[in-house]
């Protein structure tokens, strides 16, 4: 796979200003625990059993979280360019996870080792920032998520993902959209043709 070649202290300059400004020292200290990761199409970044020790920022590519139910394949997640992911249960009571992580394209990330975050945090106020917008982030939108597929009807549920994520709805397979949204793939078909209809 060829490499981007993007600088590190780039991509701690487009985390800082997402979430939180940084003085040049505070740059340093977040470019210096950056750790740049390359996945080809279908590798795996965190496998079933695997103890999730990073947060990850996703510069290029597209990620599924799944897991197992029933001996199905239930998609948690897509992420796309720009998206943080990580197992926050796995992060934070380091336990093997049942929440695997696939590059689904090739795939290039950006892993923030989490003890080394908040090591680092103790001393640099604009990264605790940083590490809190990045958890509240996660959780507003794992609660949207939750509030959708439990709420919304299932043609509202792809008008939103298409609104929230189109780069998730042009790119990700369609059986992994209608996992994510729970439905079967034939009503992800249905409700597609009738909102293209509409």
């Known amino acids: 796979m060829k490499d981007l070649n993007i600088p590190i202290r780039d991509i701690a300059r487009e985390l800082a200003r997402r979430y939180s ?10 470019e210096s625990i950056l750790v ?3 996945f080809s199409k279908s590798e795996m ?4 059993d695997e103890v999730c020790t990073n947060f990850f920022y996703l510069h290029k590519g597209l990620v599924r979280q799944y897991y197992y139910k029933n001996d199905k ?4 997640n897509l992420a796309v360019d720009g998206d943080m992911f990580f197992c ?27 003890k080394r975050l908040e090591e680092v945090a103790l ?5 605790q920032i940083l590490y809190r917008k990045i958890l509240e982030e996660s959780l507003i939108k794992s609660q949207k998520h939750s509030d ?6 299932a043609q509202n549920r792809y008008r939103r993902i298409c609104k929230s994520a189109p780069q998730v709805v042009l790119r990700a397979p369609l ?7 729970q439905m079967t793939p034939e009503t992800l078909s249905r409700v597609r043709s009738s909102t293209l209809i509409d």
């Open 123 to 127: 001393h640099n106020q604009n990264i």
């Open 88 to 114: 926050i249960e796995s992060l934070f009571t380091e336990t093997p996870t049942k929440l695997m992580c696939e590059a689904l394209e090739p795939t290039y990330v950006y892993a923030i080792p989490r």
């Open 73 to 76: 394949e239930v998609t948690e």
């Open 36 to 38: 740049p990761l390359k």
């Open 175 to 181: 059986v992994y959209i209608a996992s994510f949204l």
């Open 148 to 153: 959708m597929v439990r709420f919304e009807s």
């Open 21 to 30: 400004t940084m003085t040049h020292e505070e740059l340093d200290v977040l």
């Open 45 to 48: 970044i965190l496998a079933e």
